[in-house]
């Protein structure tokens, strides 16, 4: 059949498999092209089917020859319905690293359950012996507590006052302005236990009392903190109480990791256009804006230029990451730095709907986003019947 893109407030339902082929290929073209990493030989990804995950995993296989396993919870495709980007580039990178010579095993499904803990650790076992890179790589909606069974749903909203700031639905172009409401005590508990460092701590401890973890042992998990446009919803809000407890976990696994030589580390991350951050207020119109500013002055990086520097800059680089004050990698430093920001902040009072695409560069999300659904790929032929 002839697959679309089909999207509906900034989330697309369908996906191309040739495209998601031929984007994952894009990322390994890239990485073949950079100095040749010595980093970990054995890696497990959790969250390895798309974003800042799938590049991670691509850039240990493709650049410093690891065997992967990923856990990713993505939907195949069934009679007409295509399956998701993330089905299709798992597909894509087990057979690309396979020919390759190298192991590639993926899981499919929910990475909070015992059940797939275990079904991960029998497959290290069989073709991996241990692991010395595990990295951390989830956004997810909700997560089903595996304790207490109880359903856990991550919301992303201000907290103590209402958030009014505008937004853009990328496809059509369509500025307005939004507000969201505080959340509720319960919704800021459910968000950490959703998107915290819960369920990356009961990974280690499962993988280290199965004795898969190998001397030396590296884990890392994606933080984010962006500007002060955005802290109400993001830093300062449900998924910014989170996101530090994900990073206070770092110091904890670190206590057990050390005395195996190991390291637990976050690394905060450029805000990036994927399927997670398009759904949040304002920071697709943040992104569209640093996007621009970014690209003029060469700094732009997408998630595999991203974590190939992580690799190449900081875990594998021979010497000890350097680290900020509260000890984390910080892979925003672009993003970041004082010029870039003060342009952004600028185009932000500036953009109106009448020069949105003539001052930002929304087509460049417009066609990422496009991109990470397997849409609009040079020379692949989207009239052609393709099975799902
Ligand atoms: P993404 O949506 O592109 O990928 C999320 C991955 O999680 C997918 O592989 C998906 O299959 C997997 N997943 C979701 N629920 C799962 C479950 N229950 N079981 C197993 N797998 C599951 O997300 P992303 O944007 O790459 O985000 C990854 C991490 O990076 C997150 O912690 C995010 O907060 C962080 N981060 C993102 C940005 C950004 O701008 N995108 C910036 C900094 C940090």
Known sequence: MVIEPKIRGNVC???????????????????????????????????????????????????GGADTIGVAYERPGKGSKSG???????????????????????????????????????????????????????????RIDPKTGEIHSSVIKPIGASYTARTVDFQSGRLYETTTEPALEKEVEDTVKVMGGEDWGLWIEALDTAGVLAPGITTIAFSYIGPELTAPIYRQGTIGQAKKNLESTAAVLQ??????????????????????????????????????????KKLHEGCIQQMYRMFND???????????????????????????????????????????????????????????????????????????
């Open 13 to 63: 339902f369908t996906a191309h498999p040739v495209g998601c082929d031929r984007q994952v290929q894009q990322q390994i073209d890239y990485v073949r092209a950079q100095k040749k990493i010595k980093g970990p030989q054995k890696v497990l990804v959790i969250g390895s089917s798309n974003g800042y995950g799938l590049a991670t995993r691509i850039v240990s296989a493709f650049s």
């Open 84 to 142: 998701s980007a993330g089905w299709y580039n798992n597909v894509a990178f087990e057979e690309k690293a396979r020919k390759e010579g190298l192991i590639a095993r993926s899981v499919n499904g929910d990475a909070f359950s015992d059940e797939i803990k275990s079904e991960v650790i029998d497959l290290i076992k069989q073709h991996l012996g241990k692991v010395d890179l595990v990295v951390y790589s989830i956004a997810a909606p909700r």
């Open 255 to 296: 206590k057990r990791l050390s005395s195996k030589g190991g390291q637990a580390l976050v690394s905060i991350n450029k805000a990036l256009v994927t399927r997670a951050s398009a759904v949040i207020p304002a920071v697709p119109l943040y992104i569209s804006l640093l996007y621009r500013v970014m690209k003029e």
């Open 314 to 388: 900081s875990l594998f680089s021979g010497e000890a990451p350097e680290l900020d004050n509260k000890g984390r990698i910080r892979l925003d430093d672009y993003e970041m730095r004082p010029d870039v920001q003060q342009e952004v902040a600028d185009l932000w009072q500036q953009v109106s709907a009448e020069n949105l695409e003539s001052i930002s560069d929304i087509k460049g999300f417009r066609a990422e986003f496009l991109r990470h659904h397997g849409f609009g790929m040079q020379g692949v032929d989207y009239e052609a019947d393709v099975k799902v």
